[in-house]
């Protein structure tokens, strides 16, 4: 497979409110991705650890919730990419 994993980050007020309190970011990713695939990209492009990802399929494609180690904050890699 080639070409990148993570096709956006979402940027809702839901996910918004679990970025500061859960500590998580919300991806779309590429519809063949698998949790390994998406956990590897996360970790490489972001320089972060993630503790676990649930992956969902919507009407707009496939989304990847993706909860980060706590010595890590999702707010501030949204801020870094442009999220918030």
Same mark, same amino acid.
């Given at each position: %497979?080639?070409?990148?994993?993570?096709?956006?980050?979402?940027?809702?007020?839901?996910?918004?409110? %679990?970025?500061?309190?859960?500590?998580?970011?919300?991806?779309?990713? *590429? *519809?063949?991705?698998?949790?390994?695939?998406?956990?590897?990209?996360?970790?490489?492009?972001?320089?972060?650890?993630?503790?676990?990802?649930?992956?969902?399929?919507?009407?707009?494609?496939?989304?990847?919730?993706?909860?980060?180690?706590?010595?890590?904050?999702?707010?501030?890699?949204?801020? *870094?990419?442009?999220?918030?």
């Amino acid at each position: %497979m080639k070409g990148d994993i993570i096709i956006s980050p979402l940027s809702t007020e839901k996910t918004a409110l %679990m970025a500061e309190k859960e500590n998580k970011l919300t991806l779309m990713v *590429r *519809r063949d991705a698998n949790r390994e695939m998406i956990k590897k990209e996360v970790e490489e492009r972001f320089g972060v650890k993630v503790e676990g990802i649930n992956v969902m399929i919507t009407k707009k494609g496939k989304k990847a919730i993706v909860k980060l180690a706590k010595e890590y904050s999702a707010e501030e890699i949204a801020e *870094r990419i442009g999220v918030f």
